[in-house]
């Protein structure tokens, strides 16, 4: 898990703008597990555990167009290694 957050978290802050990025993970029921990524702005005065346990959503195409936008920063940050 730790290597997968180390190789996702400058992605997330870059595209998202994020002071920093939060990772959850759970392990429920079945042997498989969710990695959660959870960025926070600068300008948030709640942080931590308060921050994380807050109802943020977004809309399905908001989650589509930050996918795409992290792939492409993958892609270009692939391409200059």
């Not at 996702?8 to 993970?25: D, F, N, Q």
């Not at 994380?52 to 989650?63: L, P, W």
């Amino acid at each position: 898990m730790h290597i997968l957050f180390l190789e996702k978290a400058p992605a997330i802050k870059e595209v998202t703008e994020a002071e920093r990025v939060y990772s959850l993970v759970t392990i429920d029921g079945v042997p498989h597990f969710h990695a959660h990524f959870i960025p926070r702005k600068s300008d948030c005065s709640t942080k931590g555990i308060d921050f994380i346990k807050q109802d943020g959503t977004c809309s399905e195409i908001d989650a589509i167009n930050l996918a795409r936008k992290l792939n492409l920063f993958s892609t270009q940050l692939k391409r200059t290694i």
